[in-house]
C-alpha cells in the first residue's frame, strides 16, 4: 500500500442474486410483482424473528426490485413512437412477435409491460428483418471500430512478423466520478473506489501515477483481482462531488500467432488445470444447455486452441452485440445470454469462459476499458491457458475478423490489441478497503463504487468519465 494511508475497519457484506427464504416473496418476484414483493418484505422486517442475515438480504432484494425498475423504464407508447419513423402504421400488436422470439426485450412489473430501456436500439442490432428497414429509412452506417481494425490489425501482424515486436502505445488517463449535488446531507463523508491499473504485464507495463485529487488515498496491492484507488471525501452542500485520479502507461498488443499444432495436451493434475476448469457459481455453471452447446460445437475436437478457435466463432455469428442490463439484476449470465441470443461483452466473455471450462480449456475473465481513438468504452475479455505457452488473451466480443488473411482472422482467439486498460483479473472479488454495502456492480470493476454511511450510492447517482491522451514516445 502507499502513501499517506489511513485505514479503517469495514465490515465485507457479500451478495449474490438474492434468494431470500420466505417462499411468497421468491414468487412474488419472479411474476415482477413488485408491490407485493414490497409489501411481503416490510411485513417479514416488522417481526421480531428476523436474523441480521435475513435482514441484509431482504433490504438486497428491495434494492434489485429498484435496480431493474431504472433498467426498465420504456413503455409501450415510448416503444412505439420510438419505431413510427420506420414503421407508420405501428400498433402494440406488432410489437408481440419481437417480444415473443425475444427480439424486444420486455417484462412485466407490477402487471404493466415494462421495456429495456434499450430495447428499440437492441432490435435493430438483433433483428435482421429491422435492422434492414432501418437502412431503407437512414440507410448504411459505418462502422468505426471495424473501419480501425481492418487497417490496425494487418500492420500490426505484420510488424510482429517482420520485426519480432510490437510498438507501444503510451496512454495518459483521468479517470474522474461525480456524485450529483444535494444526493447525500451536507457534511458527510464519502467513500469511494476507483479502477486503477494492474502491473506486471508484458502489455501493459511502466504504470505511472500522475495526480489524485486528494492528498490521502490508498491503491489496493498488485496482487488484488480487482485493483482500486479508494479515496474519501466530504459533501459540500450544493456542489457536486469529483473524485479524479491520473496515471500512464505504455500499452503493447499480445499476439502469440498460435496454430493448432503449438498447443500440448493438459497436465490434468496441474493446480491451473482445476482450478480453471470447475464451475464457479452463480455465472460459470455447466448447465445442461451449456453442455449441450459445447459438444455442438466442438463435436469430436481434442486440440485445445482449435476448440477456442470454435468456440468464438460460435459466438461471432450467433450472438449480436447488444447494450446490457446491470449484471446485478442477472441469475445466470450464460444462461441469459443463451436463452435470449444476445449479449454485451461481458456476457459474451462469461458465455466463453463457461464453455471453454465445460470442453476442458482453463478459462478465466479479465476486463477494464477499450481506449480505441474510435470509442472509449468500458470492455471485458478472456483468457485462455495453454499447457506449453502459458495464459493466452481472446476476446470474445471482436470475435473472428472478417478478412481472408487467417492471421488477422483470428488475431482475437489468441490476442489483444494495445488499446486497452487492465484492471481486473477476475470477478466479483472484495475491493479493498472492503465496502460496507453491497456493491452496484458486484462482479465486475469498472465504473467505480461509492457508498457513504446512509448505503451504497448507486450509478443512478453518480456519472463517470474516462479522458484519454495518447502520448508520442
Known sequence: MKNNIFLMLFILVGFGFAQVSVKNINEEFSKGNFKKVEELINKKLSENNVSSEEKLDLEYKKDLMQRIRLDFKRSEEDVIKALKKYYPDITSKDLVKWEKDKSLEMMYIDGEKKYFNSAVPNLFRKNKEARLQREKIDGLTVNKGNEFLSKFLPQEVSDKKSKGEFQPIKMRLKYTVTLKKNIVPEGEIIRAWLPYPKEGYENQRNVKMINVNDDKYLIADNDALQRSIYIEKKVVKDEDLKFYVEYEFDSYSDWKN????????YNKNSEIFKKYTVEEKPHIVFTDKIKKLSQEINGNETNPYNKVVKI?????????????????????????????MQGDCGIKSLLFITLARCAGIPAKWQSGWMLHPYTVTMHDWAQVYFENIGWVHVDPDFGIQPTEDVDVRNFYTNGMDPYRLIVNDDIAIPLYPAKIYPRSEPYDFQRGELEWRGGNLYFDKWNYNMDVEYVKN
Open 258 to 265: 498460435l496454430k493448432a499444432d503449438d498447443v500440448k495436451d
Open 312 to 340: 468464438v466463432e460460435w459466438i461471432t455469428i450467433n450472438i449480436p452485440w447488444t447494450s446490457a442490463r446491470e449484471y446485478s439484476t442477472l441469475e445466470n449470465i450464460p444462461d441469459y445470454c443463451l436463452s435470449n
